[in-house]
């Protein structure tokens, strides 16, 4: 199945933040990003927005960006439709080549319970750091904060 990661930029139609924000309420509730979350980020310098598009649906998408040396993954999705099929781990790729050369750390939070999203962090080479209690609402839950270092030799 191949298919294709884009970059959301600032310009594109409202309709694309809309269905990205779509997908990410879809895949995790009331955590998930309103549509003027996902513009603004692809609007800024340092933020970093892929999704991947499929017959005009949106299969899946990354959210993150970066600063001082460190790059933080926010939101990551892929539409039930389209899971197992390695989309997130192309994603959480491509997030990476496009971070730039100086970053040394990813970062992120995933819920204590999510197994799914902490095997595929763990697949990618992240470990977990530490944790932050109580980090989530609707249902209130630990946070466990996830860290990946790059190894620049490779
Ligand atoms: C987590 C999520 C993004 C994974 O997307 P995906 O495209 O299905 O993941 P991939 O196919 O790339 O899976 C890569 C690896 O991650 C792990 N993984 C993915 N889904 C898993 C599951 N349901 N159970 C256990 N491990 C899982 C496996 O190691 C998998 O490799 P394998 O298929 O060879 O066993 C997807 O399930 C999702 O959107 N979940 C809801 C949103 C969410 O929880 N986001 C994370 C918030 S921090």
């Not at 998930?32 to 310098?45: L, Y």
């Not at 595929?120 to 750091?129: D, P, Q, S, T």
């Amino acid at each position: 199945m191949e298919m294709q990661i884009k970059r959301a930029a600032s310009g594109d139609p409202v309709e694309l933040s809309e269905a990205l924000s779509e997908l990410d309420c879809l895949c995790v509730g009331t955590d998930g990003w309103s549509a003027a979350s996902f513009e603004s980020e692809a609007a800024k310098e340092n933020g970093i927005v892929l999704y991947i598009e499929k017959n005009g649906r949106i299969a899946g998408l990354i959210c993150g960006y970066y600063a001082v040396g460190e790059g933080d993954i926010t939101s990551i999705a892929v539409h039930p439709d389209f899971r197992r099929k390695g989309l997130a781990l192309k994603l959480i790729r491509e997030f990476e080549k496009q971070l730039p050369n100086d970053t040394e750390d990813i970062f992120l939070e995933v819920r204590e319970t999510n197994t799914a999203a902490v095997s595929l962090y763990e697949k990618c080479g992240f470990g977990a750091v530490s944790i932050r209690k109580n980090f989530y609402d609707s249902p209130r839950e630990n946070a466990v904060v996830m860290k990946k270092t790059i190894n620049h030799t490779m």
